[in-house]
């Protein structure tokens, strides 16, 4: 808190109330009286930007809670992502999986010194790094999808704090 003048200690001192006005606190889930340091910011705010302060808390509300509806629509996106990506990496590795016993069944390693073998196998497994680079893909959509998911709930405005930023009015109004 700044250090106040002489005349700014009358001036809270005279406004000053015996029950200080309360406002919601998310963290607590309660309903918190104002501290002394913050009442003084509220005295000391002049009238007009008291209001405009008000103003800009409620617009910031319904802009939170419109961004709340957006937000969760765009979390079950996010989540579709998540469930394709897992998806498409469990079919890649049964697919890669099934090359790796089909490669042990036509028995490329015991004739790997066989030229034509070798250079087959090697045609094969074009089409596996090309599984592989797929499956990298899928595994890195998933990761991503997850931490852009995981952020995003972070962020999403909860009813206590959209109450908690409502209520914000109550000290604003009380010092009018």
Wanted: no cysteine; glycine share 4%.
């Amino acid at each position: 808190m700044p250090v106040l003048t002489d005349e700014q200690q009358r001036q809270v001192a005279r406004r000053r109330k015996s029950t200080r006005p309360a406002y919601w606190s998310a963290s607590a889930g309660a309903f918190s009286e104002i501290s002394q340091d913050f009442e003084a910011y509220i005295i000391l705010l002049q009238q007009g930007l008291r209001a405009k302060l008000g103003t800009v808390l409620k617009n910031s509300t319904d802009l939170a809670t419109r961004q709340k509806d957006r937000d969760e629509l765009l979390a079950e996106v996010i989540q579709a992502e998540i469930n394709d990506s897992k998806k498409t990496v469990d079919e890649l590795d049964n697919t890669l999986s099934a090359y790796s016993s089909f490669e042990q069944e036509v028995g490329f390693s015991a004739w790997a010194d066989v030229p034509e073998v070798s250079l087959m196998a090697q045609d094969i497994r074009r089409g596996v790094r090309e599984i592989n680079m797929a499956r990298r893909q899928a595994v890195h959509d998933y990761i991503v999808a997850s931490i852009a998911k995981r952020s995003l709930e972070q962020g999403i405005v909860t009813e206590n704090v959209k109450q908690q930023m409502r209520s914000w009015s109550i000290p604003l109004g009380s010092y009018g």
